[in-house]
């Protein structure tokens, strides 16, 4: 499975950006994914995750309301859409997935940088 991020940028603080990650290789092994996001001089933390399946969503606490994960299979990406983003949100963003094997993958990362 290959993960390929894109939609980070420069945004001003409550602005919103909407992250993709598109999947390719062998998506059908998948069963899970979500997003991570790693801060300069943090520890890399769960941002929000989606299921194959029956399609449900967990978010952290500090995106709920804000943050909106989706999934289209049919085109096999994955989307974050960011609201209301604060400075705190700053970090690179990284698309993961998981499939029924127990296999781990990750995308190379976008950078998203919000200015107070």
């Known amino acids: 499975v290959q993960l390929v991020e894109s939609g980070g940028g420069l945004v001003q603080a409550g602005g919103s950006l909407r992250l993709s990650c598109a999947a390719s290789g062998n998506t059908f092994s998948i069963n899970a994914m979500g997003w991570y996001r790693q801060a300069p001089g943090k520890q890399r933390e769960v941002v929000a995750g989606?299921?194959?399946?029956?399609?449900?969503?967990n978010y952290a606490d500090s995106v709920k309301g804000r943050f909106t994960i989706s999934r289209d299979n049919a085109k096999n990406t994955m989307y974050l859409q960011m609201n209301t983003l604060q400075p705190e949100d700053t970090a690179v963003y990284y698309c993961?997935?998981?499939?029924?094997?127990?296999?781990?993958?990750w995308g190379q990362g976008t950078q998203v940088t919000v200015s107070s």
């Open positions: 993961y997935a998981k499939d029924r094997l127990g296999g781990n993958y």
């Open positions: 989606i299921t194959n399946g029956a399609g449900s969503t």
